[in-house]
């Protein structure tokens, strides 16, 4: 198996998964492995079942807060499935490991659009499926046709959307390793769509602090239309730190990372800010982003 910068991996024990979220924490996974076929997947989750070995994916890490000690088992990181086919009539599959902004260019060359819900953010295709990526301009899940995914066991599952059951922030897709995603994408006037992807971004750029380390809003909105950003403004919390992470000045759902912030750090301020707003408007926030501790065995759930 070869790295995403082509090297081989030596001793991938020493290497921390800072390096591979945008939040940048997170200490080292047993086995960080990095597949290049959907048998390499197969063969991973095959010896994982047989040896009991816990086992979790990992796209661009930019949804993730990683322990500072690291993860047992077996990190998939699917990096190296970056293939792209287009297939005629708009559909376009897509390896999951293939950055969203890559799969957004491909398409408009080939003069297709509608990818407006993944415009802002670092995502890999498979993190977009899996967690139905999106917010104001659309939801991930509305372009998807159908999904290959290798299931717990190795076998090899095709799934249409309806059986993705895309819902805000979330699918069926949790207990398998996304391997490839076919889009269905409506013809686009180029300019055009370029200009209101720009607008997007430009709203995005001034709402959301995309320059610095984060892992996008910690928390879900408790309904829609009801913006927990807005909430921990509300209770003045805009700015109050644990060591290197502090709630971004920006928009109140965001933790930025800034400079040689901990899980540990990241953690406590998001136990302060759920507190302090159950407090003050008596509003309980549940965690977008997902928590990987070394002595958490994922559930697949
Ligand atoms: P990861 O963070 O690597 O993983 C997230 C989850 O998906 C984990 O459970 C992981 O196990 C699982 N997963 C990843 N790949 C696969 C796979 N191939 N098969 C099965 N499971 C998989 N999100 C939004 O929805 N809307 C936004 O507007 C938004 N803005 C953001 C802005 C910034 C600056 C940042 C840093 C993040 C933002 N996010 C946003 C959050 C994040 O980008 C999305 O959740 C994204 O879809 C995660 O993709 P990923 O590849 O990084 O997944
Ligand atoms: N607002 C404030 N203060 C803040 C943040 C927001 O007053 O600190 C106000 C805004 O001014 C606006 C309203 O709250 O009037 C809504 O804000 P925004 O448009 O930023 O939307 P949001 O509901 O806070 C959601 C998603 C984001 C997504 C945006 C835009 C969730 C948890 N968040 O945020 O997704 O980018 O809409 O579509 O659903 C993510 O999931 O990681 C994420 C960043």
Not at 54 to 77: C, F, K, M, T, Y
Not at 261 to 279: E, G, I, Y
Not at 287 to 301: F, S
């Amino acid at each position: 198996m070869i790295l995403p910068n082509g090297s081989r991996p030596s001793n991938e024990r020493s290497s921390p998964l800072d390096r591979h979220t945008t939040l940048r924490v997170g200490g080292p996974a047993d086995e960080l492995v990095f597949p290049e076929t959907v048998e390499h997947v197969q063969d991973i989750l095959q010896r994982a079942a047989v040896t009991a070995t816990p086992w979790r994916v990992l796209g661009r890490g930019s949804n993730l807060v990683v322990a500072d000690e690291g993860v047992r088992g077996i990190v998939i990181h699917t990096g190296l499935l970056r293939h792209i086919r287009f297939l005629g009539d708009g559909r376009v599959a897509a390896g999951a490991g293939l950055h969203t902004s890559v799969l957004f260019n491909e398409a408009l060359k080939a003069g297709l659009g509608g990818l407006e819900a993944l415009v802002g953010y670092p995502a890999s295709v498979g993190g977009a499926a899996r967690m139905n990526a999106g917010g104001a301009w659309g939801e991930t899940g509305a372009r998807v046709e159908s999904v290959v995914a290798v299931a717990a066991g190795g076998e090899v599952v095709e799934l249409d959307a309806e059986q993705c059951r895309f819902a805000y922030r979330g699918s069926a897709l949790g207990g398998m390793v996304v391997a490839e995603v076919v889009f269905r994408l409506p013809e686009v006037v180029p300019h055009e769509y370029r200009e209101r992807t720009h607008a997007i971004y430009r709203a995005k750029k001034g709402a959301q602090p995309l320059g610095m380390p984060s892992a996008g809003c910690m928390f879900k909105n408790p309904r829609r239309g009801m913006s927990a950003g807005r909430i921990i403004d509300e209770c003045g919390l805009k700015g109050v730190a644990r060591g290197g992470a502090m709630v971004s000045q920006l928009h109140g759902n965001f933790v930025v990372n800034r400079g040689g912030a901990t899980c540990d750090d990241v953690l406590r301020l998001v136990d302060h800010v759920r507190w302090q707003v159950q407090r003050i408007q008596g509003i309980s926030l549940e965690l977008e982003v997902e928590v990987w501790g070394r002595d958490h065995v994922p559930t697949h759930a």
